[in-house]
């Protein structure tokens, strides 16, 4: 019988594996890349030379840096998805409403990315204070974030292992679930309630709230959450009730705009 699974194109893997480790670096020589990736100068430098000539990286006095090439096609990725423009509308109103910080943020290949982001009025003259993770174009993990978890208890728990098993449960803070059976009890708790919490889980020092967004199909899109410093940002009695009647009706408001358009093509 032939095999029809697709199989991964080791030139591809390398170009990606050097784009990656340019990132990490930020900014690399081919000497640093050669030593990074152990590959070979000769093979570094015609990988470089393909991703600079199409615009994905940039050469700057011997050092090589990822290009805005990447921006436009973040761009576009982010702007393809219908509910992009409502959930930005929710995120701005509540970053106003709240004075913390707002945010929405979708899943892809079992991580979350935050592709909007707005810091509220309370302390707007020291970034700092905020979130380092939940910036724009920000990739994350699912089970330390409120985001993420909120996302999770959309899902099966039969995909919520396969995440697990893809990704694992890495640590960020002394807070964060590393555990599978206390990750599906949160989950669970996350379905009770409607909302999923950050306990300096994500990072220390930074509390939040999440609430899943779903189409009337029931199909999960993204996740609002809104946080702040975990000095201000108080996760029980009246304030937390409060935090998640403002969630939820921005939530109820994105669902209800979405629920107007037709739904993309996604195959």
Do not use: C, W
Not at 202 to 227: F, N, W
């Amino acid at each position: 019988m032939t095999d029809n699974r697709a199989r991964p194109v080791k030139t591809t893997e390398t170009s990606i594996d050097i784009v990656r480790e340019i990132q990490r670096q930020n900014g690399s020589t081919v000497t640093e890349l050669a030593t990074a990736l152990d590959l070979a100068k000769s093979t570094v430098h015609n990988h470089l030379a393909t991703l600079v000539d199409a615009g994905y990286l940039v050469e700057e006095e011997g050092r090589y840096h990822v290009g805005l090439q990447f921006l436009e096609l973040g761009e576009h990725a982010r702007n393809r998805r219908d509910i992009y423009t409502p959930a930005r509308i929710q995120v701005y109103r509540l970053a106003e409403s709240t004075n913390e910080e707002a945010n929405f943020a979708v899943s892809e290949n079992g991580s979350m990315y935050s592709i909007e982001y707005v810091m509220g009025d309370s302390n707007p003259s020291n970034p700092a204070v905020g979130s380092t993770f939940l910036q724009a174009g920000s990739r994350f993990n699912m089970h330390n974030s409120a985001s993420g978890k909120a996302i999770l208890s959309e899902l099966s728990t039969e995909r919520l292992h396969e995440i697990v098993d893809r990704h694992g449960l890495p640590a960020t803070t002394e807070n964060t679930i590393t555990d599978r059976e206390t990750l599906i009890e949160a989950i669970e708790t996350v379905r009770e309630q409607g909302y999923a919490t950050n306990d300096e889980e994500l990072e220390t020092g930074y509390r939040s709230i999440g609430a899943p967004v779903t189409r009337s199909d029931g199909t999960v899109v993204g996740s609002l959450s809104i946080g702040g410093p975990a000095y201000r940002f108080d996760l029980a009695g009246s304030s937390i009730d409060r935090s998640v009647d403002i969630l939820q009706n921005a939530v109820d408001d994105v669902e209800a705009e979405i629920a107007q358009q037709t739904p993309p093509d996604e195959t």
